[in-house]
T-cell receptor, first 115, second 117 residues
Framework: TQLLEQSPQFLSIQEGENLTVYCNSS?????LQWYRQEPGEGPVLLVT?????EVKKLKRLTFQFGDARKDSSLHITAAQPGDTGLYLC???????????????FGQGTILTVHP | GAVVSQHPSWVICKSGTSVKIECRSL??????MFWYRQFPKQSLMLMAT?????????EQGVEKDKFLINHASLTLSTLTVTSAHPEDSSFYIC?????????????FGNGTRLTVT
């Protein structure tokens, strides 16, 4: 079973600070996804990265896929209280396989941004 | 965009009763639906994979007789928690896969909070 190790598990910062969340595995993934989830709601897809070394930006969020496709990171610049939530990385279950919908999730990072 | 509707959004039931949770794809046909369970401040754990017209595939450790899954159409899957107990209290989330492509998009429902008293 492929595992995704996410760190840190908890992150509490002040508004305006920068932060990085890491998602690591010993297995190769064909793609990785990042989700954000708020309490009482389902996860919302932020981005999918599919190419080794790929960098994607979504406003203040920067996502990177490792060259070997075994790791990914999410960097938030100048965090805001609205960024508070649970951030999850996820990848397809099949080793190196394509995404057929069955996902393995990392443990999640609970981010709290204080005003 | 594609929407997955989960109903109810929350439910409280007494121990020993059964609860049915519905997952509907509103504007697309869901080739496959997935059921996840999530405890507070934890990640999502896959419970089962549901394909229309066939039996669900359960993950190791998930009791198929306790968590009954029915996928009668391409737009509806149901999860029934039978003889619920307090330890079944959790947040249940479904996702639906749109299309057959290797990177076909997944859409998540908003979850159902089950509390068993």
């Amino acid at each position: 079973t492929q595992l995704l190790e996410q760190s840190p598990q908890f992150l509490s910062i002040q508004e305006g600070e920068n932060l990085t969340v890491y998602c690591n595995s010993s297995s190769v993934f064909s793609s990785l996804q990042w989700y954000r989830q708020e309490p009482g709601e389902g996860p919302v897809l932020l981005v999918t990265v599919v190419t080794g070394g790929e960098v994607k930006k979504l406003k203040r969020l920067t996502f990177q896929f490792g060259d070997a496709r075994k790791d990914s990171s999410l960097h938030i610049t100048a965090a805001q209280p609205g960024d508070t939530g649970l951030y999850l990385c996820a990848g397809p279950r099949a080793p190196g396989g394509t995404s057929y919908g069955k996902l393995t999730f990392g443990q999640g990072t609970i981010l709290t941004v204080h005003p | 965009g594609a929407v997955v509707s989960q109903h109810p959004s929350w439910v409280i039931c007494k121990s020993g009763t059964s609860v049915k949770i519905e997952c509907r794809s509103l504007d697309f046909q869901a080739t496959t639906m997935f059921w996840y369970r999530q405890f507070p401040k934890q990640s999502l754990m896959l419970m089962a994979t549901s394909n229309e017209g066939s039996k669900a595939t359960y993950e190791q450790g998930v009791e198929k007789d306790k968590f009954l899954i029915n996928h009668a159409s391409l737009t509806l899957s149901t999860l029934t928690v039978t003889s619920a107990h307090p330890e079944d209290s959790s947040f249940y989330i479904c996702s639906a896969r749109e299309g057959w492509g290797s990177h076909s998009p997944l859409h998540f429902g908003n979850g159902t909070r089950l509390t068993v008293t």
